[in-house]
């Protein structure tokens, strides 16, 4: 009653109550959204500043940013990577002779193969140790990271891919992630997350023997700018694979009321100029292009001011190393999986089978696991079959 009398004598604006819950809310998110990049900056920020940061510390740094800070954007970008490729003639030709692109089945198990390859790099330890969580300073083996770049470069060796498309893939990788956190994440990278992915590939890129890598960030971007010059042209086989590869991804979206005609309108809108022509790509009307950057751009400023930030960890690929028992084969199951559910167990029982079948009725998945879609697992050192592969493909 003291309450009540105490508004009714004190006056007051009807909004004042509404404003200090969004005010509250929009500080308590703005206390926890920063604590991990107070974080990377307070442990690492140091040695950055010294330039005694190692590789191991460059992948501390993206895989917080990969799982937690802007796991969707990050991902999108390094899908965008591989995609932007198909724009260079000589990548697109090695992907078309694979004659991989005939079916749906066959273009989803490319997809999740090279998905779960480039996730293992990035998500697991490329020192081949993790630390044992409540064990102190043990440590575990965990050789999946090194597995997968060498499957990798086993793959990679059946074809004759030229030093500088490996450059430039691999630039890609470095650069189009700080690229697509400034345009369409909730905060730009800083110079210290950017280096990390600049060290972190430059890691692999050795690891795969690509040569000549530019010892700087400027020094390689200026050299991708003048190999896009040089190498960036149209051709027939970039508007194949290009093509053939946003049917794939886009093939769940409906057709009704022109949806899916609307959502490839938008790929391609998304697209740089340079890129589109070159993938031969019809030119899209300017205000798709407003539409889909002022679209993203909310949803970076509602991420930014009122969203909390992820409790739990998003990755491909399991973070911890799989146990397995004396004598039994190491498969291995995704965390997620595409629509065509490649390595997805089957479900147990009445329910997990009805489970299965259900997600297929709800559109979900393509089908139900099977055999056929390796139910079982995967192995890293048999990921990807012998004609499946060619070159960096898809990414999830």
């Not at 990798?152 to 450059?167: E, K, M, P």
């Not at 000549?212 to 700018?225: A, C, G, L, M």
């Not at 973070?319 to 997805?344: D, N, S």
Request: glycine share 4%; charged share 20%.
């Amino acid at each position: 009653m003291a309450i009540h009398t105490l508004f009714d004598v004190l006056p007051y604006p009807t909004f004042t109550i509404p404003a200090l819950i969004l005010f509250s809310w929009v500080s308590l998110v703005r206390t926890f959204r920063w604590r991990r990049y107070n974080y990377i900056h307070r442990v690492y920020g140091p040695k950055y500043s010294s330039g005694m940061l190692t590789p191991e510390d460059a992948q501390d740094v993206i895989t917080i940013l990969l799982r937690y800070e802007m796991p969707l954007v990050l991902e999108y970008a390094v899908a965008f990577s591989l995609f932007k490729t198909y724009a260079i003639p000589s990548i697109s030709k090695i992907l078309w002779s694979t004659k991989e692109l005939a079916s749906s089945e066959k273009v989803s198990k490319r997809y999740a193969d090279t998905s779960i390859l480039i996730s293992t790099w990035m998500h697991c330890p490329i020192s081949g140790l993790a630390a044992q969580v409540g064990s102190g300073e043990k440590s575990t083996q965990d050789p999946r990271s090194s597995l997968a770049v060498a499957r990798t470069n086993w793959l990679h060796s059946r074809y004759n891919i030229t030093n500088d498309d490996y450059l430039y893939t691999l630039a890609l990788f470095m650069f189009e992630p700080a690229k697509w956190a400034a345009k369409y994440g909730w905060r730009p990278l800083s110079p210290l997350e950017q280096h990390a992915f600049f060290m972190f590939w430059v890691e692999i890129g050795k690891r795969m023997n690509i040569k000549d890598i530019p010892k700087s960030e400027t020094e390689f971007k200026q050299w991708v700018e003048e190999y896009e010059d040089r190498h960036m042209v149209p051709a027939q086989t970039n508007h194949d694979v290009a093509t053939y590869t946003t049917e794939e991804l886009i093939h769940v979206i409906p057709e009704a009321f022109g949806i899916k005609s609307f959502v490839r309108k938008l790929s391609i809108a998304v697209l740089e100029d340079n890129v589109r022509v070159a993938m031969m790509q019809p030119k899209q009307p300017v205000y798709m292009k407003n539409l889909l950057d002022g679209l993203l751009g909310f949803m970076a400023w509602h991420v930014r001011y009122f969203h909390l930030p992820a409790w739990k960890s998003y990755s491909q690929v399991p973070i911890e190393m799989p146990k397995f028992k004396e004598g039994e084969e190491p498969l291995m199951t995704p965390c997620y999986f595409q629509p065509m559910p490649w390595y997805k167990p089957r479900g147990t029982g009445v329910l997990g089978r009805l489970k299965d079948w259900g997600l297929v009725k709800m559109g979900v998945h393509d089908a139900v696991p099977s055999e056929r879609l390796r139910c079982r697992g995967y192995r890293l050192d048999s990921a990807v079959s012998t004609k499946s592969f060619g070159f960096f493909f898809f990414f999830r």
